[in-house]
């Protein structure tokens, strides 16, 4: 097993009342075979329930790869996060949240790999396996996509799951001090480590993904896009004077939020956009952010293909991928 001493990679585990799942994720993760060594570093926030002693278990178990860190006064998503994030000792950086779990002992080794072997690249990540818990269904992320994608790519679509990520680490006290103010901080963070190289992209599942009602998008569709404004509208000011194309590419996909949220009645969207592009110097096309409201009224009125509701159905047949022992 690792060594304490000299991680090579660093996963951060943030938690907070996942009693029922935080074993499968641990589990997940001390069972790697990686010819490196690595560490875990579980920051419980200070749950009221035993997620700290179902971690401190774990950590009697493995202490020479558990770094547990038990607060005892709440922190909030955030800041554990970045508290995590600035403890991390690792060359890489990877990400496995206390109610998802990895399902593939190679994942580490592959990523490092990869990582190793492009010194160009700031990150890369790999597909997952998305479990709706509320009916039991499976899905696959992010299929079709390049084995290398730019900033500007990323800025347009973001189509990296966090807990596929592994990062080339950047110093905790070189990120910029907004990143604690956006409730969407993952985005903020994929795009602050490509800013520095470009993304590698691996096909192979490695993880599951637990989509439940507890999640950020859940049950408030618009609250959700008011969060993506939000650390979109940081990442185009952070762009807008060294990388304007950047900028530009994270303007185009605020618009595409923004449409669609004026198509699902929130009239305040349009004004938000306007208002933030006038501050920027940018200019707003009210003609063609009229046709993108259009669009997406259209989408918003589609039914989800047949197709989709059959793969659905037939995958909850399947078995949930999963490391054993």
């Avoid at 493995?62 to 600035?86: H, M, W």
């Avoid at 347009?156 to 080339?168: C, D, E, F, P």
């Avoid at 039914?303 to 991928?321: C, D, H, N, Q, T």
């Amino acid at each position: 097993m690792s060594e304490m001493h000299s991680p090579k990679v660093s996963v951060l585990m943030i938690a907070y009342n996942q009693e029922a799942y935080i074993g499968e994720a641990i589990r997940g993760v001390v069972s790697q075979k990686a010819p490196f060594p690595f560490e875990l570093i579980v920051a419980d926030d200070a749950s009221t329930d035993s997620t700290a002693e179902v971690a401190a278990g774990w950590a009697a178990r493995y202490p020479d790869v558990i770094r547990l860190v038990r607060r005892e006064t709440n922190l909030g998503l955030q800041a554990n996060y970045l508290d995590a994030y600035s403890r991390a000792r690792g060359e890489y950086i990877a990400i496995c949240e206390a109610d998802d779990w990895w399902c593939s002992r190679h994942k580490l080794a592959r990523q490092a790999r990869m990582l190793d072997e492009h010194p160009e690249y700031g990150l890369c990540f790999h597909r997952v396996v998305n479990y709706y818990q509320s009916d039991g269904s499976m899905s696959l992320s992010n299929p079709g996509q390049p084995s290398r994608i730019t900033l500007e790519g990323l800025a347009r679509a973001n189509v990296i799951t966090n807990l596929s990520v592994m990062y080339r680490a950047i110093p905790y006290d070189r990120l910029p001090g907004w990143v604690a103010s956006v409730r969407l901080f993952d985005y903020a963070m994929h795009s602050l480590h490509a800013e520095r190289g470009d993304i590698g992209y691996l096909s192979q599942p490695m993880a599951v993904y637990r989509r439940h009602d507890k999640g950020i998008w859940s049950g408030d569709l618009l609250g959700g896009w008011r969060m993506a404004m939000d650390v979109r509208e940081c990442l185009i000011g952070h762009f807008h004077s060294s990388r304007r194309s950047v900028a530009d590419c994270f303007a185009e996909s605020y618009l595409e939020i923004a449409a669609a949220m004026t198509a699902a009645g929130d009239d305040g969207a349009r004004e938000r956009a306007m208002s933030f592009f006038d501050r920027l110097g940018m200019v707003f096309d009210g003609d063609d952010f009229g046709e993108r409201v259009k669009q997406r009224s259209s989408r918003l009125q589609s039914a989800p293909g047949f197709l989709s509701k059959i793969r659905r159905r037939v995958s909850r047949l399947l078995p949930l991928p999963r490391i054993r022992g």
